[in-house]
């Protein structure tokens, strides 16, 4: 009988897509470390920091009040079949529309995908922020009605033009229990539109935990 549980490494590659935090961090993304013995001499390290420093995944705790927190999803919500929505040229997706969605993922979303969005248009990313790809109310709604269970973003991609649309994006998304994932890296070493994705966050009951966030494609 075959060993169900083999996987061959040959068709398949995987993906480090999560983000590599360096002491301190920033100021407002602060990872400060302080290293010190443990009482058998072994090392540890004491850490200041906040839960959305590196790649970290969202829950609806994050916005509202007594709303569930990661340790209250099933692990399947944050692994599964994921799609990519790359956009290709910013200057035509700021603010992304839902009919810019249609064009980029409608004839692949599936109910249940999780969505990670990339800005494709390599020019942007020099620009300042307000050239860069970013969403809406309108497509994060489209997002929701398809019922993408969770969305993820690269580092040159924004979740609203501005506080207030940042904030209705996430009402959107975090109403309808779809999580969110930020501070994604290596989006550019994705070569399918569809492939696994996993991003488990640290069990703890916070508004938002970090997370190794892997994606593995066919060769």
């Not at 004491?46 to 509202?64: I, K, L, R, Y």
């Not at 494709?120 to 020099?126: I, K, N, Q, V």
């Not at 229990?177 to 550019?188: A, N, Q, W």
Request: aromatic content about 10%.
């Amino acid at each position: 009988m075959a060993d169900v549980f083999s996987i061959d490494w040959s068709r398949y590659r995987i993906v480090d897509l999560s983000y590599t935090v360096t002491p301190p961090g920033t100021a407002d993304r602060p990872f400060v470390t302080e290293r010190g013995l443990l009482a058998d001499d072994s090392f540890k390290h004491a850490v200041s920091t906040h839960t959305h420093v590196g790649t970290h995944v969202e829950s609806p705790a994050h916005f509202f009040e007594d709303a569930k927190t990661v340790v209250d999803f099933p692990l399947e919500r944050f692994l599964g079949r994921a799609v990519l929505l790359s956009v290709p040229a910013a200057s035509d997706h700021i603010p992304l529309t839902a009919d810019g969605c249609e064009r980029l993922l409608g004839d692949v979303i599936q109910p249940g995908d999780i969505v990670l969005c990339r800005n494709g248009d390599l020019a942007s990313r020099t620009q300042p922020i307000t050239a860069w790809p970013s969403l809406a109310a309108e497509s994060a709604q489209w997002l929701a009605d398809h019922e993408a269970k969770m969305i993820g973003f690269d580092n040159y991609f924004r979740l609203g033009r501005d506080i207030p649309e940042v904030r209705a994006v996430h009402d959107i998304l975090l109403s309808r229990d779809t999580c969110l994932i930020e501070f994604l890296d290596h989006l550019d070493d994705l070569t399918q539109r569809v492939f696994y994705f996993m991003c488990l966050p640290f069990k703890a009951a916070t508004d938002s935990a970090w997370g190794r966030a892997v994606a593995i494609e066919q060769r």
